[in-house]
């Protein structure tokens, strides 16, 4: 083993916890600091009706592979397990159900060989298996050219501005590729039904473990404690100040927050590398959990296409992990993703819970605010980076050009759409790169 140093790691999200996680098993004495008053950031789930839900749905696809790793090697892959999943989408008020690519020859609201357009197209993009032929091309720009302009609008395009509103048109096609190829690696074979992966009790059951096995390798982890201010030393050494009054100096800091805060963290950082942080742009996203006595629709996830709409997707927790989990309670996603200044994102949550009722009537003419016995709202920020065009030449590098610093965070995931198994490839690949770092003499205190 080599020399034991102090490392900091900013964040206690998927991210930080894996990284700390690494860090404390090679040997090194590590602080993790989580700002929220609970570990686990944008995947921590809350606890309700004897269970634990997510504040953002979350699921797994088969090819999400580093997280089953991290989850055997922690003792609960067992907690791992596979699920069908029932995909819909909402258009012209109906819901048609997308089980396989079979299923889009329904979509009756646009013409036969536009179904058989996007299915083609569907099957096409299933099969290709080399992302950067896609990196230079916009979606909307590929899309629109592959299944007609009426067909796009109608179903892929409606998906896209769903998800990324004004920006829609600066999504690369890398990204619109990935989920379509990744959904094909949850299905034996494209006529077969998906199947999703949960943990069993909520992403808590591994966060929490993670949280435990970081106190069993010697680390510490601080919750409710964010980094007010981190001075870099003459030594090259960092000086961190927490919210709770404490000041520690650490040889190297493994930040894990959103790009956007870096440079208020990190004043000194380079103007070149500031632009790489600031250049990332993400998509907000708001989601509003309702408790209710009766299912809205029998699909767990369901892709909104009605522009009228003013949210992104209905996902159904509980047509997906069955009520009596829940003490028969059913639990509904309504969520929406959005710019940074989109009023939803201040908006009061029962003003919120008004705007949305009538749509909710939409999807299910039946439904009633007396089925609603509770709801909540989550918002997040830095949901959803915006992966543009060419974006593998503006992906900021892990290792800083501040000595002993690095940066590991969604914006860095590439090609594949951010997740929280790549969130722990991510935790992965910062603990190698200190490591090696530590290896070469090239930390604080070595020169
Ligand atoms: C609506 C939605 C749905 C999703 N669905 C899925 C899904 O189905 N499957 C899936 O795998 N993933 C899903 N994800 C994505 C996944 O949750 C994230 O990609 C992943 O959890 C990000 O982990 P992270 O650690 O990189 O970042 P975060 O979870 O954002 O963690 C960063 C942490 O840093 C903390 N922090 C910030 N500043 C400071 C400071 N100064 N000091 C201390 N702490 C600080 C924050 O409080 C936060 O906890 C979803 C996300 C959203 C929003």
């Known amino acids: ?52 839900l997510e504040h953002f749905y979350h699921h797994l696809f088969m090819s ?43 979509l009756d609201f646009i013409p036969l060989h536009d179904r058989i357009r996007i299915g083609l197209v569907t099957l096409y993009l299933q099969r290709q298996t080399d992302w950067r032929e896609f990196e230079q091309v916009s979606a909307a720009e590929w899309l629109e050219k592959a299944v007609g302009r009426r067909a796009f609008d109608r179903v892929f395009g409606a998906q896209l501005r769903a998800k990324f509103g004004p920006r829609y048109d600066q999504v690369a096609m890398v990204w619109f590729w990935n989920k379509i190829h990744l959904r094909t690696q949850s299905r034996k074979s494209p006529l077969q039904k998906e199947k999703l992966g949960y943990i069993r009790g909520s992403w808590n059951t591994l966060i929490d473990r ?22 870099q030393n003459k030594d090259n050494s960092w000086t961190v100040q927490t919210s709770g009054g404490d000041t520690e100096s650490f040889d190297a800091i493994v930040a894990t927050v959103p790009s956007p805060l870096m440079p208020r963290l990190f004043p000194t950082l380079p103007d070149w590398y500031q632009h790489k942080l600031t250049d990332a742009i993400y998509q907000g996203a708001i989601v509003m959990i309702l408790r209710m006595n009766q299912p809205l629709s029998n699909i767990y996830w369901l892709n909104i296409g009605d522009p009228e709409i003013p949210f992104t997707g209905i996902i159904e927790h509980t047509n997906f992990i069955g009520p009596e989990y829940f003490q028969g309670n059913h639990f509904v996603y309504v969520s929406k993703y959005l710019d940074q200044n989109h009023p939803y994102l201040t908006m009061p949550e029962d003003e919120l819970f008004e705007e949305y009722v009538p749509y909710l009537q939409r999807i299910n003419p039946d439904f009633s605010t007396d089925w609603v016995h509770e709801f909540w709202v989550f918002r997040e920020r830095a949901a959803q980076p915006i992966i543009t065009q060419n974006y593998s030449n503006r992906v900021p590098e892990h290792r800083t050009p501040l000595h002993g610093l690095y940066l590991a965070n969604s914006a860095q995931i590439y090609p594949e759409d951010r997740g929280t198994n790549y969130s722990v490839r991510l935790g992965n690949k910062a603990a190698a790169i200190v490591q090696n770092d530590i290896d070469h003499g090239y930390l604080a205190g070595d020169r």
């Not at 991290?70 to 989408?89: A, H, K, Y």
């Not at 012209?92 to 299923?103: E, F, N, S, V």
């Not at 435990?212 to 980094?227: D, N, P």
Request: proline letters at 1%; charged letters at 20%; hydrophobic letters at 40%.
């Open 1 to 52: 083993m080599s020399e034991q140093r102090r490392i900091g790691v900013i964040g206690g999200g998927i991210t930080g916890l894996t990284t700390a996680y690494r860090l404390a098993r090679s040997g090194h004495d590590v602080t993790l600091w989580e700002r929220s008053s609970y570990l686990g950031g944008q995947a921590a789930a809350f606890h309700v009706a004897g269970n634990a």
């Open 210 to 231: 993670l949280g435990e096995a970081i106190g069993e390798e010697g680390g510490k982890v601080q919750i409710g404690t964010s980094t007010d201010s981190v001075q």
């Open 64 to 106: 999400d592979t580093e997280i089953q790793s991290l989850m055997e090697e922690i003792g609960i892959g067992d907690e791992l397990i596979w699920l069908d999943s029932s995909v819909g989408f909402f258009a012209d008020g109906k819901i048609y159900p997308l089980q396989g690519a079979l299923d889009l020859l329904q």
